[in-house]
């Protein structure tokens, strides 16, 4: 079975702050796919980043950096000098085989300014 | 592009009624997903179409039902509703699995219902 295991339910920090948001998964397979989805308050899903499970390389995007470890079956997701703009709920996800995305519970991070 | 629209965006209904909500793709994308959301479930998958046939379901009872039309838009409907059906619906498009590569689903605003 799938799971994805987001341990912290919500995180708040101020403004300019770096804050990492963990995200623990579990498959069988060792072909699979990982995500990052924002959810700001206007309740659509919002794709950040994709990852297979042959690519472990790290990936920044601009303020923006994930961590995948296969070792540990993580895949972080740490936002530099946040912004209150990157308030919202970040959900992290797991697909593999079938078109089904496993979800975890969400992280809520609130930036105050 | 435009992105993955949803229709009502608001909806309320009473117990025992039935609802159907409308999704319509990215244009070129062929698969539908759709998921509920709650505050105590989170984000479910309820089931996905694909090519007017339904790929995969989730475990929902039967009175959750949806299709998928030639151009790709799709409807889910919910009959006999229940004060837990009360969710955010989204809808998400994608261009499928193919191959060996699974492609990435592009989420819509969502359906707001609320069962009274």
């Known amino acids: 079975a799938q799971k994805v295991t987001q341990a912290q339910t919500e995180i708040s920090v101020v403004e300019k702050e770096d804050v990492t948001l963990d995200c623990v998964y579990e498959t069988r397979d060792t072909t699979y796919y990982l995500f990052w989805y924002k959810q700001p308050p206007s309740g659509e899903l919002v794709f950040l980043i994709r990852?297979?499970?042959?690519?472990?390389q790290n990936e920044i995007s601009g303020r923006y950096s994930w961590n995948f470890q296969k070792s540990t079956s993580s895949f972080n997701f740490t936002i530099t000098a946040s912004q209150v703009v990157d308030s919202a709920v970040y959900f992290c996800?797991?697909?593999?085989?079938?078109?089904?995305?496993?979800f975890g519970q969400g992280t809520r991070l609130t930036i105050n300014p | 592009k435009a992105g993955v629209t949803q229709t009502p965006r608001y909806l309320i209904k009473t117990r025992g009624q039935q609802v159907t909500l409308s999704c319509s793709p990215i244009?070129?994308?062929?698969?539908v997903s759709w998921y509920q959301q709650t505050p105590g479930q989170g984000l479910q998958f309820l089931f996905e179409?694909?090519?007017?046939?339904?790929?995969n379901k989730g475990n929902f009872p039967g009175r959750f039902s949806g299709r998928q039309f030639s151009n790709s838009r799709s409807e889910m409907n919910v009959s006999t509703l229940e004060l837990g059906d009360s969710a955010l619906y989204l809808c998400a498009s994608s261009l499928r699995y193919q191959g060996g590569r699974q492609e990435t689903q592009y989420f819509g605003p969502g359906t707001r219902l609320l069962v009274l």
């Open positions: 996800a797991l697909i593999q085989g079938a078109q089904k995305l496993v």
């Open positions: 179409y694909f090519s007017e046939t339904q790929r």
């Open positions: 990852r297979n499970s042959f690519d472990e």
């Open positions: 244009s070129g994308h062929r698969s």
